[in-house]
């Protein structure tokens, strides 16, 4: 298994407060993404990341704000929280290219859930 | 953008059925990914495909780039291969990741 964490796993919050969902790896990889998947929408990219300090946005980056300070680490914030927010996150990790595997590797998921 | 559509959304069958869940994509791309999520659990990936065929156990997944469509097969269904099966595809250099089909949902009963 790909080494790709996400924390927290589960978290509920009220309206209005901020919200950092983190991803840390451990494989090196160049590309980091987060994503949301949601009922009737399947995964959709929030943001993502080519390099350290390397961010872009994805298709439903409104509200959401990312870091990548170190290859490891992908941090997203939710800056206020919103209850269209409440979804499930995931995280995920590649390598694309000439000689590179070309495959992907998802973390767990982080359930959050704005009240 | 691509478009990737993939049928049926939901398939329910009988224990050691054959079963064929479809990808249909809009654009050229580079690589397609078959990926399987049960219930609750995360995402992994089963397959990546550029050209022809590739079987893995039970599974057995298909792509004809002229037609831009991808098949995954499952042969001798079992309750275990209940998850839901998403496409995706791979455009250009990559760097903005993968495009995602909504997903099949599969109930295989015993």
């Known amino acids: 298994d790909a080494g790709i964490t996400q924390s927290p796993r589960h978290k509920v919050t009220e309206t209005g407060t901020p919200v950092t969902l983190r991803c840390h790896q451990t494989e090196n990889h160049r590309y980091m993404y987060w994503y949301r998947q949601d009922p009737g929408h399947g995964l959709r990219l929030i943001h993502y990341s080519y390099g350290v300090k390397d961010t872009d946005k994805g298709e439903v980056s409104d509200g959401y704000s990312v870091s990548r300070s170190k290859t490891e680490d992908f941090l997203l914030t939710l800056e206020s929280a919103t209850s269209s927010q409440t979804s499930v996150y995931f995280c995920?990790?590649?390598?694309w290219g000439q000689g590179a595997r070309n495959t992907i590797y998802f973390g767990e998921g982080s359930w959050l859930t704005v009240v | 953008k691509n478009e990737v559509e993939q049928s049926p959304q939901n398939l329910t069958a009988q224990e050691g059925e054959f079963i064929t869940i479809n990808c249909s994509y809009s654009?050229?791309?580079?690589?397609l990914h078959w990926l399987q999520q049960h219930p609750g659990g995360g995402i992994v990936s089963l397959f990546m495909l550029s050209s022809g065929k590739k079987k893995h156990g039970r599974l057995i997944a298909t792509i004809n780039i002229q037609e831009k469509h991808s098949s995954l097969h499952i042969t001798a269904s079992h309750p275990r291969d209940s998850a839901v099966y998403i496409c995706?595809?791979?455009?250009?250099?990559?760097?903005?990741?993968?495009?995602f089909g909504k997903g099949t949902h599969l109930i295989i009963q015993p």
């Open positions: 995920a990790i590649s390598e």
């Open positions: 654009v050229g791309i580079s690589a």
């Open positions: 995706a595809v791979l455009s250009g250099g990559g760097a903005d990741g993968l495009t």
